[in-house]
């Protein structure tokens, strides 16, 4: 395996970046958590020495998503909803880089976000039925 490559990583990451910004006109919150999520991922992948895109498996961007749920020394553990924020910017990132032909197959997706619990509706107590 070619040693990880953090250079060709970020500039496709750029790449994607540049294509959110202009071609669909992300909102700059909506860039700056793209950014931050997609440098998490970076971080994994070079971390795992995965040196290019085209490497990268349904298996990784998992391991991936469960790193994001356990946490690490570096950073704390995503609740399902923020993990699953991560995993669409992940999912869209190797979808783009599919589309451009900078790798032959969309690896991410396969894998599915974490299930999100809904919350049961809170009921009325007596008082406030009769207050009504």
């Known amino acids: 395996m070619p ?35 997609l ?24 391991e991936f998503l469960i790193s994001l749920r356990l946490g690490s020394d570096q950073h704390p553990a995503l609740a399902p909803s923020s993990a699953a924020r991560t995993l669409i910017a992940v999912r869209g990132l190797h979808a783009f880089l599919a589309k451009e032909g900078i790798t032959t197959s969309d690896s991410a997706r396969a894998v599915k976000p974490p299930g999100i619990s809904k919350r049961l509706p809170k009921a009325l107590t007596f008082a406030e039925i009769e207050r009504l």
Request: glycine share 6%; aromatic share 8%.
């Open 3 to 37: 040693a990880a490559n953090p250079s060709q990583i970020q500039r496709h990451i750029n790449g994607y970046l540049d294509h959110l910004l202009v071609e669909r006109g992300l909102a700059k919150n909506s860039m700056s958590a793209y950014r931050r999520d």
């Open 39 to 62: 440098a998490r991922y970076q971080e994994f992948l070079v971390s795992r020495g995965i040196a290019e895109f085209s490497s990268v498996t349904a298996n990784e961007i998992s």
